[in-house]
C-alpha cells in the first residue's frame, strides 16, 4: 500500500516520521523544504505537488493548520481529490471545524473516495515518541484499512462513529485541555502571590483530586522549565477554542467557560504569545499580575 502525508509541521513531521520507520511507501508533501528532506533522508519519497501526490497512492493523511488550508489543499483546484483515484482513502487528521469536515466528506464521496476524519490526541511529545491517540471517524468497512496505518504511528485508535465523529470529539477534547490552561494558569500564579512554594504547590495540585494531565505532564517540561517553544501554539489553541466556541453556538449550547477561556487567549495573542506553547499562558497571567515568571 502507497501512503501519502500532506502537512509536516511540529505534529505531521512526528507522524510521518514513524510511517517511514514501520517501513511503509511514504510519499511526503509541504509548502516548507526542511521537514521534507528529512523525511526523505529517512526513505521516503517527495511529491512536486498535492495533486501528484494524490494520484501516486492508496491512501492520503493530512494535517494542516486549520479549516482553511484544509479547504484549499483537498477541495481547491489542483488539490487533493483532484489527483486521488476512486476508492483511495483521505484521512483529515487536522482540528477543523464540523462544517468543512462534512464537506470535505460529501465532496470525497461524490467522487467515490472513503473519507476519515481521525484528529490526534496527546501531546506533541507523545508524537514525537509513537504513543499518539486517534480519534477516528469512519465507516465501519474502513476501519480495516485505516486502524493498522494509525497504530504505526501511535498506540491508541479509538473509533467515535461515522466520517465527523472525530473532529466533533476532537473539538470537545481540546475545549477541555485548553480551559484547563487557564485554570492551571490561574492557580499557579495565585500560588505565587500567596508567597508558596512553587515546587510545593505543584506536588499538591497533581497528587490530589485536583491533578490534571496538562499540569503534571506538560507544565514541568515546559514553561515551569522555560521552555515556551511551541508544543501546541497560542494561536492554534485560538483556533481550536473558537472551533469549539462555533460548534457550540450551532447546536444551540451555552458554553460560557468556553468562550471566557477564548477571550483571555485573545489577550495572551494580543500581549505578543503567538508562537509561545499554550502553557505560556501561566507566564502571561503572572506579568499581568505584575509577578515574576513562575519556574520549578
Not at 482513502?89 to 465532496?107: G, K, M
Not at 467522487?111 to 471517524?137: W, Y
Request: hydrophobic share 45%.
Amino acid at each position: 500500500m502507497k501512503v501519502g502525508f500532506i502537512g509536516l509541521g511540529r505534529m505531521g513531521f512526528a507522524l510521518a516520521s514513524h510511517l517511514v520507520r514501520n517501513q511503509v511507501d511514504l510519499t511526503v508533501h509541504d509548502l516548507q523544504i526542511a521537514p521534507v528532506d528529512k523525511l526523505v533522508a529517512l526513505g521516503a519519497r517527495r511529491a512536486p505537488d498535492v495533486q501528484q501526490l494524490a494520484a501516486d497512492v492508496d491512501v492520503v493523511f493530512t494535517m494542516l493548520p486549520g479549516p482553511k488550508q484544509a479547504r484549499e489543499v483537498i477541495l481547491g483546484a489542483g488539490g487533493v481529490l483532484a489527483g486521488l483515484k476512486a476508492g483511495a482513502h483521505l484521512v483529515e487528521l487536522s482540528t477543523i471545524d464540523t462544517d468543512t469536515v462534512d464537506e470535505l466528506a460529501r465532496a470525497a464521496s461524490e467522487r467515490r473516495v472513503h473519507f476519515a476524519d481521525a484528529p490526534v490526541g496527546r501531546l506533541a511529545a507523545h508524537a514525537d515518541r509513537g504513543e499518539s491517540l486517534f480519534m477516528l471517524g469512519a465507516e465501519e468497512a474502513d476501519r480495516a484499512v485505516l486502524e493498522p496505518l494509525l497504530l504505526k504511528m501511535g498506540t491508541t485508535v479509538l473509533h467515535c462513529g461515522a466520517p465527523g465523529a472525530g473532529t466533533r470529539m476532537k473539538l470537545i477534547n481540546n475545549l477541555m485541555v485548553l480551559c484547563y490552561c487557564q485554570i492551571n494558569s490561574e492557580a499557579l500564579v495565585l500560588s505565587s502571590a500567596l508567597g508558596l512554594d512553587v515546587r510545593k504547590t505543584f506536588e499538591v495540585l497533581t497528587g490530589t483530586t485536583a491533578s490534571n494531565g496538562q499540569l503534571k505532564e506538560k507544565w514541568p517540561v515546559k514553561v515551569l522549565k522555560g521552555d515556551l517553544t511551541p508544543g501546541f501554539d497560542i494561536a492554534l489553541g485560538f483556533k481550536d477554542l473558537t472551533l469549539a466556541c462555533q460548534a457550540a453556538q450551532s447546536a444551540g449550547v451555552s458554553l460560557p467557560m468556553g468562550n471566557l477561556a477564548r477571550s483571555l487567549f485573545q489577550l495572551a495573542r494580543h500581549a505578543g504569545k503567538d508562537g509561545q506553547d499554550t502553557s505560556s499562558m501561566t507566564d502571561f497571567w503572572a506579568e499581568s499580575n505584575g509577578l515574576d515568571p513562575i519556574r520549578l
